[in-house]
């Protein structure tokens, strides 16, 4: 157990609903999803819109809770790099008053030493040390990007959840992102749950794969086998579709 970060065991979740005449319906959105994610690893999570994947990343963080099952944290609850960083960055905000903002939440550091952090983050990340002045409309959308993976490393947990980070970026940008997360994992042992419509980002930065289908994990394995040995029908068309 000593390498694991995050264990969920046999989740399941619902929700219920309220209709113009009273009545109650119970949606159920997640059947008894169960994996591991250890340290170091890269875990894709794919499948179609509506599949789940987002009530699951809200269990995880806790913002809602577990209806039957266990989410077992290893290490300290995960950071979150969201899909859409211009609207996730405050706007009124300069990229140091955002970077700085997790750190005066917390409390422990004085001032000199978040404006250290700060500048290191910045410099880990691959942005001008000049940006820290301007705000996120004053940025390309790479480069906000980059700042919504500072803010969430600043913290320096173990376990970031990536939702579809580089969907909105185009194919250059992309491999630039891919290529800072694959590093941060190779030089801090990070962990990666990587969420993706997109299997050819998967195949490119991810070490397993997991594959969704109405709220079920129907089928998890290495990127290299998965993709060249896949056993569901499911994942076959999805494969079939990122071709």
Known sequence: MDDLVLE????NAWYRETDARGRRTRHD????????????????????????KTTLVRNILGLVNTNSGEIIHYTKRPQ???QDPLSSLNPA???GWILEEPLRIYGKYDAPERKRRVAEIVRLVGLPADCVA???????GGQRQRVSIGVALIQKPSLIIADE?????????????????RSLRDEYALSFLFISHDLNVVYQLCD????????????QNTVAELFANPREEYTKTLLAAAD
């Open 80 to 82: 979150m790099i969201f």
């Open 208 to 219: 397993r794969v997991m594959v969704m289908k109405k709220g079920r994990i129907v089928e």
């Open 93 to 95: 905000r300069t990229v």
């Open 165 to 181: 980070p580089v969907s909105a970026l185009d194919v250059t940008i992309q491999r630039q992102i891919l290529e800072l997360m």
């Open 8 to 11: 969920v065991k046999n989740l």
């Open 29 to 52: 959105v997640l059947f008894d999803v169960s994996f591991e994610l250890r340290r170091g690893e890269i875990l894709g999570l794919v499948g179609e819109s509506g599949t789940g």
């Open 134 to 140: 301007r705000r996120p409309r004053e940025l390309s």
